[in-house]
């Protein structure tokens, strides 16, 4: 794998937190997700959120009684948030780590802002990365924010959604690829709601 570029380093990220530099974090987990929780019913399943920030989704799962959650951000900060937040949650699932270095096998991994942080020439080792970590069958599930207009710099690095599209061809079965149908009103239109698996 290519050398990480400095805005997937953990210095840049907490700089990030530090400075109070993120307008990706709503305060609190995007409602598609936590309809999509709203639906898994085996309280055991393997999850990961990686690039989790704040772990609002991952509170909700928590408080939901999901026991195997796992929350991951290359900054350390957020991930001292979210402990502060919700004491009972395990520390030993909290991951101060670079998702591309990371070990583990999940049955679900949820996406929310993660893809859009990463430098665009690191997306196809995005999708190989999070193939090596579902387990067979698992699914890659949640949020990716588009834009008609590219964004020509980032981080948030925000393509089409046919460019998003061309990652994941071949890659995954695609059970959906369609605009979110309840997200934020700031992102209202702008969101895919996605839900992958990983060939067997």
């Known amino acids: 794998m290519k050398k990480l570029i400095m805005e997937n380093t953990q210095e840049f990220w907490q700089k990030r937190w530090i400075d109070n530099k993120t307008g990706w974090d709503i305060g609190y987990a995007a409602p598609p997700i936590t309809d999509l929780i709203d639906t898994l019913t085996d309280r055991d399943i393997r999850i990961l959120i990686p690039g989790a920030g704040n772990g609002y989704e991952a509170e909700y799962l928590h408080k939901a009684g999901f026991r195997n959650v796992y929350v991951m951000d290359i900054a350390a900060m957020p991930l001292e948030n979210l402990s502060k937040r919700v004491p009972d949650f395990p520390g030993e699932h909290l991951l101060n780590e670079n998702f591309f270095e990371h070990k583990g096998l999940y049955d679900l991994i949820i996406e929310q802002t993660f893809f859009i942080a990463i430098d665009p020439a690191l997306r196809y080792e995005y999708v190989r990365k999070m193939k090596e970590l579902l387990k067979p069958g698992g699914h890659l599930t949640g949020l990716l924010i588009f834009r008609n207009d590219p964004s020509p710099g980032g981080p948030p690095y925000?393509?089409?959604?046919?460019?998003?599209?061309?990652?994941?061809?071949?890659?995954?079965?695609?059970n959906k690829f369609e605009i979110a149908q309840n997200s934020i009103k700031p992102r209202a239109g702008w969101e895919v709601f996605i839900d992958m698996v990983k060939m067997l």
């Open 158 to 174: 925000v393509d089409t959604k046919e460019n998003y599209f061309k990652y994941f061809e071949g890659e995954f079965e695609i």
